[in-house]
């Protein structure tokens, strides 16, 4: 079996070590002290006169800090062990770790307390293939420190490993000669601060901290406020409160604040998306717009700066077009991968429009609709002069970077995810499906934005006529009369790549389904090929590319299931978005602590327990957000005007639910769901 593998985060810094604590590199996995896309620390490894040590048990207290109980050598030791170790380690702007040794003899005990200390300064894309640097490495006894420091002309990452205690101190790291009482105790506090500078002009310094007690309180405080911003959820379903708030929490610890931006926004995930992604930050703002509004006005703030201004195939930027991913690390930085500033993704740009429309609709904030007209005009824009690839009036992708550029630019993005049911692939540009859905209600929402703030009742017609003109000519084209349901994409020809496949449920949640085939669309999603159970696949069974663990030919996502529900509950076919939701929160509790990216796609009634892939990543910002958008669908939650609407339809057996303070432009309100009532009530 593998060891298990801890980690400790805080949006821009987190660290992955064994169940030790240890840090080793693993040829395969991100482990080490990362910040901004770079490891800062590739090795990190304790010793008690020259013993490795072994783990008693571990206390997982936040996020952001983790504590590891050990004892030297072997199993065999544990039990009459005459020292013990404790690691505890937390992360803020920088890195901390005090190290505690308990002598329990009832004699002074003298030992050699060694923590082995290196960096390669790798950049996170080339885990697993680390090219060779050359790291100068400055050990001073006298200040208590050790310096790693990498520098290729303006890009220079440095981390500076200091100690409260005396130490010698030397190129690979620090040791501890230290005498303990009797029953007495040692402890030193190590930081290490990450200094970055040449990115952007930036120069960025994770200082240390003198009182790390200040620094975790505050930490604390931040949580709680967090928190507390949030609405309370009170159930009757045993365990559903635990985990809705383990989803809160993980949402606090994905908030990642970009280089010379000032406000948090969320990133991906750990461990490979620990970066701004506009497709993952978009939907988890969708998805947690009545418990966490404030991470949408940062969300399109940034989008809006960093909007495509020019043509560049390098980085497959237009104007209009909405980021996909900002980088930082070295490859970034000298043009070796694209990412920089990336813009491959077909799917970001009409979905910033819808964003900023449902930020609106919750919260009435009309000043941030005003200041962003023109990125949302340019968005809208977008869509038919540089998405739309071969004048059929759909959106439409292609890479033009041949080199590095993502193949698959939708939310499916692996190269093999978009392919027929003989699993044939198409040729580019393709034009998927659920992007047509998005581009659609990114035109009716243009104009409703149109005619209600910016005054512009002729524009807002324009958008009105073509959204109509997409709709009818998606169901003419894309819709599949003998099977009864939507192509996942069209070739550029026109011909439909025929597979069934979970991305017609966002077809229902965009609103571009005309009512009289709606139903067909959810018994698909119901049905026994799409759903397993557990939640709707990526990608139906019976079909010659489906594979239940592959993550977009038939694993089953709890974000995408998340905007499947959403769309069936608007057709008013409730009890099935209740399945579905059912499902994914048994997927949660189930597994316990952080909503997984994604879990094979076998039957329920066959496994009895949601199979984790290693490709997942946890804790994931759409994951979590996951969750919360399934409890807002099963209570129906709608703004209305300046009122809160609440239709709740929640599995049989679910129980009474109550939200309560759910924030918005009525302030804050109350929603109560159970077999006997339903409602809202003002506060």
């Not at 201004?309 to 690390?329: F, S, V």
């Not at 669309?521 to 090929?529: D, F, K, N, Q, S």
Request: proline content about 5%; glycine content about 8%; some cysteine.
């Amino acid at each position: 079996m593998k060891q298990e593998l801890v980690h400790v985060l805080a949006g821009n810094v987190f660290a992955i070590s064994d169940a030790q604590g240890d840090i080793e590199i693993a040829p395969q996995a991100p482990v080490g002290l990362f910040s901004f896309d770079t490891r800062f620390l590739s090795h990190w490894v304790l010793t008690v006169d020259g013993e490795r040590l072994n783990a008693l048990s571990r206390d997982d207290m936040t996020y952001f800090e983790t504590r590891f109980f050990l004892v030297p050598g072997v199993a065999s030791h544990y039990v009459d062990a005459d020292v013990s170790i404790i690691r505890h380690r937390s992360v803020h702007d920088c890195f901390h770790e005090n190290i505690t040794v308990l002598n329990h003899s009832a004699r002074h005990a003298e030992f050699t307390v060694r923590m082995e200390v290196g960096s390669d300064f790798a950049d996170i894309a080339e885990v697993g293939n680390v090219r060779q640097r050359t790291v100068h490495v400055d050990a001073d006894s006298a200040r208590h420190q050790l310096v790693l420091r990498y520098e290729r002309e303006r890009f220079v990452r440095e981390a500076t490993v200091s100690s409260t205690a005396p130490v010698e101190v030397d190129d690979r790291g620090l040791t501890f000669r230290i005498r303990v009482e009797p029953e007495g105790r040692w402890e030193t506090d190590l930081h290490v601060s990450l200094t970055i500078q040449g990115e952007h002009g930036q120069d960025m310094r994770a200082s240390l901290a003198s009182h790390q007690h200040d620094v975790r309180s505050g930490m604390d405080e931040d949580l709680a406020g967090w928190l507390n911003r949030a609405p309370r959820l009170v159930s009757e379903r045993v365990g559903l409160e635990a985990t809705y708030q383990g989803s809160l929490a993980d949402l606090a610890a994905l908030r990642y604040r970009p280089l010379a931006y000032t406000e948090r926004v969320p990133v991906g995930g750990l461990p490979w998306a620990m970066a701004f992604c506009g497709r993952d930050s978009l939907i988890t703002c969708l998805q947690t717009m009545a418990f966490t509004p404030e991470l949408a006005p940062a969300t399109l703030r940034m989008l809006a700066l960093l909007q495509g201004g020019q043509l560049d195939d390098e980085h497959e930027e237009e104007p209009g077009k909405i980021l996909a991913q900002l980088r930082y690390g070295e490859s970034a930085a000298f043009g070796a991968l694209p990412n920089a500033l990336y813009y491959g993704a077909a799917d970001t740009t009409p979905l910033f429009v819808v964003l900023l429309d449902e930020y609106e609709l919750w919260s009435g904030d009309a000043d941030l609709v005003r200041q962003l007209r023109h990125p949302a005009r340019m968005a809208l824009d977008w869509i038919d002069e540089y998405g739309d690839l071969t004048g059929d009036g759909y959106v439409r992708y292609q890479r033009r970077n041949e080199r590095h550029g993502v193949v698959n630019q939708c939310w499916k993005d692996s190269d093999d995810a978009i392919a027929d049911v003989r699993g044939r692939q198409p040729a580019f540009p393709r034009a998927t499906c659920e992007v047509q859905g998005y581009a659609y209600d990114a035109k009716r929402r243009g104009a409703r934005l149109a005619r209600t703030f910016w005054d512009d009742p002729a524009y807002a017609d324009r958008l009105e006529r073509e959204a109509e003109a997409l709709k009818e000519r998606f169901n003419r084209d894309f819709w599949l009369p003998h099977r009864e349901y939507y192509a996942l994409a069209l070739d550029p020809y026109g011909e439909p790549v025929d597979a069934l496949s979970s991305n017609i449920g966002h077809l229902l949640w965009s609103g571009i389904v005309p009512e009289h085939r709606a139903e067909a669309v959810a018994e698909h999603l119901v049905g026994p090929r799409l759903f397993n159970g557990w939640g709707v696949r990526t990608l139906a069974a019976g079909q010659r590319p489906y594979n239940p663990v592959g993550s977009h030919l038939g694993a089953v996502w709890p974000s995408d299931n998340a905007l499947v529900a959403a769309g069936l509950r608007r057709y008013r076919f409730d009890a099935h978005a209740a399945r579905i939701a059912a499902g994914i929160l048994d997927v949660a509790q189930t597994l316990g602590g952080a909503v997984p990216e994604l879990i094979a796609g076998y039957e329920r009634s066959i496994t009895k327990y949601p199979v984790q892939l290693p490709s997942a990543g946890r804790p994931q910002s759409w994951s979590s957000g996951a969750l919360l958008m399934l409890l807002g669908t099963l209570l129906g939650l709608r703004p209305t005007g300046d009122d809160l609407l609440v239709t709740p339809a929640l599995p049989a057996g679910f129980g009474r639910l109550e939200l309560l303070d759910i924030p918005g432009r009525w302030g804050h309100a109350d929603a109560y769901a159970s077999d006997r009532s339903t409602g809202t009530r003002p506060r």
